[in-house]
C-alpha cells in the first residue's frame, strides 16, 4: 500500500471511529462500505489521480470530503499559478441523524472543466471552508443560548445560499453545512430549533428559485416532516411528507420508492389511491415551484377519497351473485315471482354491508315491514345518522310509487320509532319536490325528520355494476335532507 492510500485509510477509519452506532451491526454495515469506497479510491489513484481531502474535521464531523486532481496537471498549475482543468470524485459521508440506519454515502462525479469553471469551483470550495469554520466556532461558542446559535447560522448561511452562489441550493450537496448546522441543534436536543432552520432554508429557497426552474425541495421537507413526527406533531408530519412527495413527483424523482411515500403509507396509511389523486393534481398544476398549492387542493379531497376507501373496505357484494338476482328480478313473471325475486335482491345487498344484519320481517299495527335491518356500526358519520336500526321494504308495484305508498311507508317508519326507511323498487317514485310521492319524501323529513329514500332498477343495475351502495345510501340521504329530490 502506498503512503497515499495508507493515509487515506486512517483518515476514514478516524471519521468512522467518530461516529456514533446504535449497534455493532450498524458499524460493520458502514465499514463495508467503506471497503468498497475505498477500492474506488484505489482505482483513481492508479489512473495518476492525488486524493485531496478538504473541508475535513473528522472529530464528530458530520461529512468528510475528497478531491482527485492529476499529479501532472496539480504540478504544473503550482508552478504556473494557473487554474486547472481537473476531474473530481467526491465521496460525502453523513451520519443519518433521524434514525438508526448507517450513514450515507453520496457519491458525485465532475467531469473536465475549462479554467474559468474551475477557477470558479475552486473559489467556492475555499468559501465553504469559511462557512464551515464560522458554523464550527458558532458551535464552539459555550456563552451563546441555543435560539442564539440558530440565529448565527441563519445569519450565516442565508448569504452564501443563493443560484450561482457558493452553497447553490440546486447542487444538493451545498446543502451539507445546513444540515451539519442542524445536528449541532439537534445534539442539543433542541428538535424545535433544527426545525426552525429547515423552514428558514425552505422558505429561502423559494423565496429565490423562479416561477419557470423551481428547485428541488423534497428532502429538505421530508427533514421537516421527520422533525414534527419526533415532536408527536403527526398532522404537520404528515403535511410535510405530502409536500415533499409532491416535489418528488414534480421533479421525477421515482416518488413511490422514495421515503416520504413511505413515511407516507407506513405511519399515516396513505392509500395508492390517494397517491394517484396526489400524482394527478401535481401534473396539473399551473406552477410547479411551491408544492402548499396542490397539498391545499388535494386535502379538499382527501375526505372523500378516504370515505370511498372505507365504503369499498366496507361492502363486499359478489357482482356475480347480485348478477344473477338482478336477471331473476327482470325475468319474473307473477306477483308472487316480482315480489320474492325483489325481496332477495335487496335482502342480499344489504346483507354485504359489514355491520349490517338482516331480521326476520315482522307485522305491525301499521301492517307488515318485510325486512328490519340492524346497524352494528357507529364508527363513520352515515352509520350515526342512520340508527340503530331502519327499515327495508321491497314493493313490486307496477306503476311508480304514488304519495299514498310513501305515507304508509312513513308511518311504519315513525311507528318504529326509527330515522330512515329504505324503499326497493323497480318503477321508482312519481312527482318531484313540489308534489305527489317525492313531495311526501320531502314533507316527512321536514316535518317528522325520517329520511325515506327509494332505489329502482337503474339504482339496482349499477350496483351489479360495481357502484358502491353505502356511497349510494349516503348520496340519496343527502338529497332528502338538503331537499335535493329530483
Avoid at 139 to 151: E, S
Avoid at 323 to 347: P, S
Avoid at 399 to 417: P, R, T
Wanted: aromatic fraction near 10%.
Amino acid at each position: 500500500m502506498s503512503d497515499n492510500e495508507d493515509g487515506f485509510k486512517r483518515l476514514v477509519n478516524d471519521f468512522a471511529e467518530s461516529l456514533r452506532f446504535t449497534n455493532e451491526g450498524d458499524k460493520e454495515r458502514f465499514r463495508s462500505w467503506i471497503s468498497v469506497s475505498f477500492d474506488k479510491v484505489k482505482d483513481e489513484m492508479g489512473k495518476g489521480l492525488v486524493p485531496i481531502p478538504y473541508i475535513v474535521n473528522y472529530h464528530k464531523s458530520p461529512w468528510l470530503s475528497l478531491r482527485f486532481v492529476e499529479r501532472d496537471v496539480m504540478k504544473k498549475s503550482l508552478e504556473n499559478r494557473q487554474p486547472i482543468s481537473y476531474f473530481s470524485a467526491c465521496l460525502f459521508f453523513m451520519p443519518d441523524y433521524m434514525s438508526p440506519i448507517p450513514p450515507e454515502i453520496k457519491m458525485a462525479w465532475f467531469s473536465e472543466e475549462d479554467p474559468e469553471k474551475t477557477s470558479q469551483k475552486l473559489a467556492a470550495l475555499d468559501m465553504r471552508s469559511w462557512v464551515y469554520n464560522d458554523l464550527l466556532e458558532v458551535r464552539k461558542d459555550i456563552g451563546l443560548t441555543a435560539k442564539q446559535k440558530l440565529k448565527k447560522c441563519i445569519d450565516i448561511l442565508v448569504p452564501p445560499t443563493r443560484i450561482g452562489g457558493v452553497l447553490d441550493p440546486r447542487r444538493e450537496w451545498d446543502i451539507n453545512l445546513w444540515h451539519f448546522a442542524a445536528n449541532f441543534l439537534l445534539e442539543l436536543n433542541r428538535d424545535d430549533l433544527a426545525f426552525d432552520l429547515y423552514l428558514a432554508l425552505l422558505n429561502h429557497i423559494i423565496s429565490i428559485q423562479t416561477e419557470t426552474k423551481p428547485i428541488y425541495k423534497g428532502e429538505i421537507l421530508s427533514v421537516l416532516g421527520h422533525l414534527c413526527f419526533r415532536r408527536n406533531d403527526l398532522k404537520n408530519a404528515e403535511r410535510h411528507f405530502i409536500e415533499a412527495a409532491i416535489e418528488d413527483l414534480i421533479h421525477k424523482r421515482d416518488a413511490e420508492s422514495r421515503r416520504p411515500l413511505l413515511a407516507l403509507r407506513n405511519l399515516f396509511g396513505f392509500t395508492d389511491m390517494e397517491f394517484e389523486e396526489l400524482r394527478k393534481l401535481t401534473n396539473a398544476a399551473p406552477s410547479k415551484a411551491n408544492p402548499r398549492g396542490v397539498y391545499s387542493e388535494f386535502k379538499t379531497k382527501e375526505t372523500s377519497l378516504k370515505m370511498q376507501h372505507l365504503f369499498d373496505t366496507w361492502v363486499d357484494i359478489d357482482t356475480g351473485k347480485a348478477k344473477e338476482l338482478f336477471e331473476n328480478v327482470q325475468k319474473a313473471e307473477t306477483n308472487d315471482q316480482k315480489k320474492k325475486t325483489l325481496e332477495e335482491m335487496a335482502e342480499y345487498i344489504f346483507s354485504c354491508v359489514e355491520g349490517f344484519e338482516v331480521l326476520k320481517s315482522k307485522r305491525t299495527a301499521t301492517g307488515e315491514i318485510d325486512r328490519t335491518i340492524r346497524n352494528n356500526r357507529t364508527d363513520h358519520p352515515l352509520f350515526i345518522s342512520i340508527g340503530p336500526y331502519f327499515i327495508l321494504e321491497a314493493k313490486n308495484w307496477d306503476k311508480k310509487a304514488g304519495a299514498q305508498e310513501i305515507i304508509v311507508l312513513i308511518q311504519k317508519i315513525q311507528a318504529a320509532d326509527l330515522n330512515l326507511g329504505v324503499a326497493v323498487t323497480k318503477e321508482g317514485i312519481t312527482g318531484d319536490i313540489d308534489k305527489d310521492a317525492r313531495r311526501v319524501i320531502h314533507d316527512g323529513f321536514i316535518s317528522h325528520k325520517v329520511t325515506t329514500v327509494v332505489f329502482d332498477a337503474k339504482d339496482l343495475e349499477q350496483i351489479v355494476e360495481g357502484h358502491n351502495l353505502l356511497e349510494m345510501l349516503q348520496e340519496k340521504m343527502e338529497k332528502v335532507r338538503f331537499s335535493e329530490l329530483g
